[in-house]
């Protein structure tokens, strides 16, 4: 039955001989009651008593509806700053780069009181991209900023999560502009498009992964990397916006992303349970080539794993 009490009709499929596979559109923490019909050549033969089982919670994105803010100091050769977290001072789970940026006297992500219509809470991140010296991409990520060294930032990718059941897809809230490119680096020109990126990695890791903006050999491409020095990459999800034909870029209002999570079983990551989780959001993906579009901006908010 379903939530709402009502039976539901579900058709099984069968892999294999004498094994039948029926998906059932439930969530965590669920009470479901079922029984199996089937036919005997053309005759259908219904059990009639009744099978229950409870599925276990199902856990969710700590802080995935963006409502957990502080601050923390910085210690600067001019005196020590104050940098916007998304976290509050008893629980860390999301970082942002504001520990660099703000030694050049800037925050490119906060919070913001702009939310989606069919949010239950206050706020959500602002992720604004500019330049405070060099280009810094406005970004939000699962981990913890580790340190800085000159004007590069090392970047702990990733915290310890417990999955239960496989997410199928990650939704978030989005709105924000794409800019064109007026800070360019590596392999980006100036007055290309810029490009808003939100990616999902589930991972078996050994501990968080290294991100050097300094070093390029620590770089990851969210579609492609299977394995980092900590482990693989189980599974992932990746959106991105530029510019085209039939976007301007231009900021549309709130939008609900349903970003797919793809499972790598055909690459001998089958029936591998995932421990660590990452979420990262750049309003200017090249960041860490220090380019970008200092007109580039997101909004995200609301953090939700589908099962």
Known sequence: TSSSGEWQEMVATSPSEYVYNVEMPISGASNVEYYWAYTVGSTEVELDTARKFTTPSAPQIPNGGMEEWGTVNVSTMLGSKTAIVPYSPSSQYWDCGNHGSITMNKNVTTASDDINADSSGSKSAYLK?????MFAAGNIFIGKYLGTNGTNGRIGYGQ??????????????YKGNVGTVDNPGGDVKK?????????????????????????????????????TNEGNVIA?????????????????????????????????????????LVISCAA????DYFAGSTDSYMYVDDFEFVY
């Open 160 to 173: 310890q999560y417990t999955f239960v059941y496989k997410p199928k897809k990650l939704i978030v809230w």
């Open 236 to 276: 992932y999800g990746e959106w991105h916006r530029v510019k085209s034909d039939d976007d301007d870029g231009s900021d549309n209002g709130w939008t609900k992303l349903e970003i797919p999570i793809t499972y790598r079983e055909g690459e001998g990551f089958s029936d591998v349970i995932p421990n660590y």
């Open 129 to 133: 991209s500019a330049n405070v010296g």
């Open 191 to 227: 007055g290309d498009s810029d490009k808003a990126q939100i990616y999902v990695w589930l991972c078996k890791w050994t501990g968080q992964h290294e991100i050097n903006t300094g070093d390029k050999s620590t770089f990851i491409n969210p579609l492609t990397t299977q394995k």
């Open 284 to 287: 200017s993906a090249y960041g």
